[in-house]
Each structure stands twice: as C-alpha cells, then as structure tokens.
C-alpha cells in the first residue's frame, strides 16, 4: 500500500473536521459609515448624474476626487470608480490641459 493510503486521508479529514467546529470564521464587523455631513469634501461640480468633482481632505492630505456616485438606503456614497489626484498629480494635469484640448480638436 502506498503511503497516501485510506488510513491516513482519513485521519487528516478527521483532524480538519475538527478544526472547523473548533474555529468558527471571524465575523465581520461593519465600520460605521461617514455621513457626507461630516467630510471635508467640497463639489465643485456634477459632471452628470452620478459623477462629480471635488476637494477632499484625508488622511491629512488633500485630493482632487472624480468619482461616480451611487445611491444606497437614500445616502449618496461614492462608488468605486474614480480616481483622486493629489496636488502635484492635479497641477501636471492642469499644465497639460492645452495639449488635451488639441488632441481632442484633432480628433474631432
């Protein structure tokens, strides 16, 4: 008989059955939502329905956040897609806003 014989996947199955009455999963725990009253953000503008502009301050740092919206229980919150620029990212953008435009000019 070879080593990875009945016997011994029996064991190991046994032993895991074990583990897992023994050590139930960690529950998660829901971090309390921030309501938009209390951030520090400032829109700028809505770029459509569910995508705005504005100026946040986290983490002690200040952004530049794009980002689509959704709403959920009558709170808007913000939506994974988006990007938020810092400051110096914010002003390369800025500095390079002619060259967009006549990009865009040339593909139009």
Not at 36 to 41: C, I, V
Not at 59 to 77: A, P, S
């Amino acid at each position: 008989m070879s080593w990875r014989g009945k016997r011994k996947d029996e064991d190991v199955r046994a032993a895991s059955d074990d583990e897992s009455e023994s050590h139930a999963p960690a529950k998660k725990v829901a971090k309390p939502a921030e309501s938009s009253d209390e951030s520090d953000d400032i829109v700028v503008c809505n770029i459509s329905k569910n995508r705005r502009v504005s100026v946040r301050n986290w983490n002690g740092k200040i952004w530049i956040d794009i980002r689509e919206f959704y709403v959920k229980d009558g709170k808007t919150l913000p939506g994974k897609k988006g990007i938020s620029l810092s400051v110096d990212q914010w002003n390369t953008l800025r500095n390079h806003a002619d060259g967009i435009d006549k990009a865009l000019a040339d593909l139009s």
